[in-house]
């Protein structure tokens, strides 16, 4: 019952904020806007800047604390700084043309009159090219169907359009190497990754339980079979040794969570917590608990749950998909994993100690020098600094008059 009070609390929420809107943070630090200084508008998220820093909602994603850092480099590169969440229906026609465009919303259309011909434009991406995206989802559907004899929907279908890339000047966004060349395939200007960070307050377990390596931890959000969440139910229910945790948002599927009632409800070596927030007792007492985290999922940019798990030192068991080079501190499954999950999970599982502990020291390391806040600001800070000083060259440049007056603070 409660389950159910929070799901209608949260569409309700959502209900509101669709008819009320989001809101638009106008100059965000409130600097002089004198004559000459360049303006930029930040489409991501706004509700964060509206918040105190202590605000509970921080423990939910880092994407609420990055678009609070993002904005701030951008305010210290020289630019006065608007915010928009992605979320809105529409901008404020008041707000006038941009020197610097940072959106997260795919739509050109989105950002009409906001932008002229000397205008920078940089597409925000934290996935896979939509169509890509898509297609990689449809075939894990098809698998699964095929395997359970489930006909489950898609949860969410990306706009395939994204006519902001007929625009940009750049993209920048989460990922790894494999996720850069999907980019480059649809795009002809450069592209600009950075890396996800985690929470740096977090803190692993002094002590692990003793089977902890036969523990694996299943850390997402939405969107099951992207993640694969099925593979490791059909997995780990034919290995009654190994232990699957699951934390998330999965009971909010229900055609999911009927197609897999027996695995999610009746099988005890797989263990439902729903969701777990960062830093909780439940949280302590899992990566306490468990010696893995495992997602393999076909589409991410860069799974920001994996990367709170590394900086918790739990040692990632992760697809190309995920965004992760985790190679040297972690385990590479395939980009189709399932004919190797069962395997994988044995032999892991069987680590000696002395192994599990070397993985897990790397792991943290990897955490704490690739995927810290200070590794992302400092990361940032670099692509702001290549989109603002080589402007609108290269082979998408395009010439012309201004077709707007520029807006004021």
Known sequence: MIHFFNIKLSQARALIRKLWGYPFIRNV???DCGEGRPRCLLVYLSVPFTRSSNHPSFLTHQNLSRAKMMASVLNTSGYVVDVADVRSAHLPRSCGVYDLIVTHQSSLQFLEGHFDDHSVVVYLATGLPHAEQNRRVKDRLAALEKRRHCLLPMVAVADEVMSVLARAD?????GSFAGKTAWESVFCGPVHLFNNHGFGWIRPAEVMDDDSGRHFLFLGSVNQVL???DQLLDTFSQLPDFHLHIAGYYEKEYDFCACYKQELYQTPNIHGHGYIVIGSPQWDALVRRCAFVILPSCSEGQAGAVVQAMHAGLIPVVTPGVGIDAGAFGVMLP???????????????????EALQKLRKATLTAAHEQYSEASFSRRWREIVDLVKDRGRVGVCDRSGSRTGARGSC
């Open 170 to 174: 750049a993209i920048t966004g989460t």
């Open 335 to 353: 980009e189709d994993p399932f004919p190797v999950l069962g395997e994988t999970v044995v032999r892991l599982g069987l680590m000696p100690p």
């Open 29 to 31: 630090y409130g600097v």
């Open 227 to 229: 993640k694969g969440l």
